[in-house]
């Protein structure tokens, strides 16, 4: 089974900065990686897929690069909104979906 | 407007059954594939299961495999989760969500939460 590993598991920033979170893959995944946003209490919501497309109404701050095992979610100026937890997603493997173990963003 | 709307959360015994159930509406339900994916408390998110739009395709993690069953009736646009045998590590939201055509989870269900204790 495919494992996905994301860094750092907690990150703290302040509205504006640049926030990079990376995802790492096991093996190679070529560009099958989501991402998604989940605010406390609400169901995930889509936000990159295949690694660097943007989710149709997601704001062009998100974007998403990388492929075969490592990618990374960048917000180019973080906003009070995007405080939040962060999950990849493989889909490489049909058969079996796995997330990462996510990346909170917290208000410094 | 797509809406799914996840039922059947409850409170069970260690060794019991719960079957969920995902009212979907606003789009073309037999067209997709739909999963199960399941969050404990304070916890990540876990996939837990998947069927094609035909129930031709159906997979499960190993955590809950041959103990949950996944099925859909296209008639009806629901989809279900039996949920047999049911420890304490199954506590969670189970939220059911929408394959997209590109393979990702487009939508989701606001969640229904399952609480495994005696």
């Known amino acids: 089974d495919i494992q996905m590993t994301q860094s750092p598991s907690t990150l703290s920033a302040s509205v504006g900065d640049r926030v990079t979170i990376t995802c790492r893959a096991s093996q190679s995944i070529s560009s099958w990686l989501a991402w998604y946003q989940q605010k406390p209490g609400k169901a995930p919501k889509l936000l990159i897929y295949?690694?660097?497309s943007l989710e149709s109404g997601v704001p062009s701050r998100f974007s998403g690069s990388g492929s075969g095992t490592e990618f990374t979610l960048t917000i180019s100026s973080l906003q009070p909104d995007d405080f939040a937890t962060y999950y990849c997603?493989?889909?490489?493997?049909?058969?079996?979906?796995?997330f990462g173990g996510g990346t909170k963003v917290e208000i410094k | 407007e797509v809406q799914l709307v996840e039922s059947g959360g409850g409170l069970v015994k260690p060794g019991g059954s719960l079957r969920l159930s995902c009212a979907a509406s606003?789009?073309?339900?037999?067209?997709?594939?739909m999963n199960w994916v399941r969050q404990a408390p304070g916890k990540g998110l876990e996939w837990v299961s998947s069927i094609s739009s035909s129930s031709s395709y159906i997979y499960y993690a190993d955590s809950v495999k041959g103990r949950f069953t996944i099925s859909r009736d296209n008639a009806k646009n629901s989809l279900y989760l039996q949920m047999n045998s049911l420890r304490a590590e199954d506590t969670a939201v189970y939220y059911c969500?929408?394959?997209?055509?590109?393979?990702?989870?487009?939508?989701w269900g606001q969640g229904t939460l399952v609480t495994v204790s005696s």
């Open positions: 969500a929408r394959d997209s055509t590109t393979g990702t989870l487009d939508y």
């Open positions: 295949k690694a660097s």
């Open positions: 606003g789009f073309t339900f037999s067209s997709y594939s």
């Open positions: 997603q493989q889909y490489n493997s049909y058969s079996f979906l796995t």
